[in-house]
């Protein structure tokens, strides 16, 4: 049996502004419940008279960082000065540094390997920097030993060579550490990029987790594979096909260059790479490239409220009927130009498609957007693949005047992470299936830039999510709309409201024109 899961969080690059980190530590467990260590990357001290004064606080014992915090060491020069002992040490009640490289092994077993700095250019290297013989001699010990079955952690302040390319074509997906029909199966791992703490992107610096150090689980349930693993970035094609397998260790005199183990990545890079978490993929594209189905839908197995040829669909509620798609008023809608795009033959979500009815929902989600741009309005959609039948694409007009796109971004992170939910921001033109391959429950939003979030659905997903964070007080302020069975209106109101948005759409609506 299993030990009980450790509890996570991992920072990226705090630069100093350690009070905005640890209140939002404390905002998060006051929600979620207490963590058992935070793991920081990158930059951890700033150099403002500003972030001396907030380190300073910490360091007199006048604030106390709320939870058993783990830093790497020095990323520049400047910041050396704030670490008494290059090999690691306590710099302030509950706050530690790991040191320049080595293996942390907690009370649970939990292994964490670390590498501080950044890669050397020169040797020797300067304090806040790495070099080959760092990574060889973290390395071979732990190679050397037979029973070595890999950390459950690494820790690094820049990116892997072979992961700054693939990282935006989806190396948030598991990947193996073994070739298959070649090797002895072994555990998968995850790569994962944090921002710098409170970066006005907005971009997600705080990861939460959960994790069994692998030395307390069943060995055939460590090597398990998730259907959605791909194979290791690091190793190189060969020109037969097959990987390239790399060596069992290294010696100095086959060290590689300098500048060869990471990439340099300036500001960009807090980074954390971890042995046991569930991820997703991205890939580029110019469009969604969704494989072609037959043009026969498959047919419910009971009555449909949204398949176009049923009857149990209100068809007062329509709004515009293309070939393949039909554009429709949300009963009970967060607000009166909320409509649903859907297929009119039965397809349970976009991944499922056909390819002639991908297309033409491209042609409506279009249309749409240029409706809301004419209206002064960002034009947010969503999907939930969970517990439905029928694919519905909600979109909602948020006015541009009430929040920025970021806004809407951060509400939706924000309230996804108090849930303890994992919303990862994809690349605008990634093509779902490559993620969320048919039959796999997902929700996910697209924001009026193209940018999209998502979540591979576990078990027990809100399913009023996407209109509770839309209705919250951070956006539309409409909180008592959240759920749509407490906005219904009698029939006559909704006919009124669908020919006011037939009316409205009519300018965009291309159905008309076919």
């Not at 150099?47 to 020095?74: M, N, Q, R």
């Not at 509950?94 to 020169?122: D, H, W």
């Not at 060579?161 to 990282?167: A, S």
């Not at 791909?230 to 397998?245: F, L, Q």
Request: with cysteine.
């Amino acid at each position: 049996m299993e030990d009980k899961p450790l509890r996570v969080l991992a920072c990226g690059d705090v630069e100093g502004r350690i009070n905005a980190l640890f209140n939002r530590v404390n905002a998060i467990q006051k929600k979620s419940g207490q963590f058992d260590l935070l793991l920081c990357v990158g930059e951890f001290f700033g150099t403002s008279p500003e972030a001396e004064a907030e380190w300073e606080a910490y360091k007199s014992g006048a604030k106390k960082a709320p939870i058993h915090t783990y830093i790497l060491g020095a990323a520049s020069q400047e910041t050396v000065k704030y670490l008494p002992n290059s090999d690691g040490c306590e710099l302030a009640e509950n706050i530690t540094c790991l040191g320049r490289r080595g293996v942390f092994t907690g009370a649970s077993g939990l292994q964490i390997a670390y590498v501080s700095g950044r890669e050397a250019q020169q040797e020797p290297a300067p304090s806040h920097c790495f070099t080959s013989k760092d990574i060889i001699a973290l390395a071979a010990p732990l190679l050397s030993n037979s029973k070595f079955r890999g950390v459950d952690i690494l820790l690094t302040s820049q990116w892997p060579r072979g992961v700054c390319v693939i990282y935006f074509l989806g190396l948030l997906l598991p990947y193996r550490n073994h070739v298959v029909l070649q090797e002895n199966a072994q555990h998968v791992s995850r790569f994962i990029a944090l921002a710098t703490v409170n970066n006005p992107a907005k971009k997600k610096y705080l990861y939460a987790f959960n994790i069994v150090p692998m030395k307390n689980m069943d060995p055939a349930e460590l090597v398990k594979q998730p259907q959605d693993v791909t194979e290791n970035p690091y190793r190189k094609p060969m020109k037969d096909g097959r990987k390239e397998k790399p060596p069992p260790s290294m010696t100095a005199a086959e060290e590689e260059p300098v500048s060869q183990f990471f990439f340099d990545l300036g500001q960009k890079k807090p980074q954390h790479q971890q042995r046991h978490h569930d991820r997703k993929r991205q890939t580029d594209g110019d469009r969604p490239n969704y494989p072609k189905q037959p043009r026969r839908p498959p047919q419910p197995t009971g009555p449909c409220w949204f398949c176009l040829a049923s009857p149990e669909v209100e068809k007062h509620l329509v709004i515009s009927i293309g070939t393949h798609c039909y554009m429709a008023l949300a009963k009970g809608g967060l607000t009166p130009d909320h409509v649903l795009l859907l297929p009119i033959g039965h397809y349970q979500s976009v991944v499922d498609l056909a390819s002639e009815v991908v297309e033409e929902m491209e042609k409506y989600k279009s249309a749409v957007k240029k409706f809301c741009k004419s209206r002064a309005q960002r034009c947010i959609m969503f999907e939930r693949n969970y517990r439905s039948q029928h694919l519905q694409l909600q979109v909602v007009p948020v006015s541009m005047e009430k929040c920025s796109t970021e806004d809407i971004k951060e509400a939706f992170m924000t309230q996804a992470e108090e849930q303890q939910m994992e919303l990862m921001e994809i690349p605008a033109h990634t093509d779902l299936k490559q993620i969320a391959p048919p039959g796999t429950p997902y929700f996910y939003v697209e924001l009026d830039t193209g940018e999209k979030l998502f979540y591979r659905i576990k078990k027990n997903f809100p399913l009023q999510f996407g209109r509770e964070v839309l209705a919250s007080e951070a956006l539309l302020n409409i909180p008592m709309r959240a759920d749509w069975r407490e906005c219904k209106c009698t029939k006559e109101e909704e006919e009124d409201q669908a020919k006011q948005m037939r009316s409205d759409f009519e300018p965009f609506d291309f159905a008309l024109d076919d």
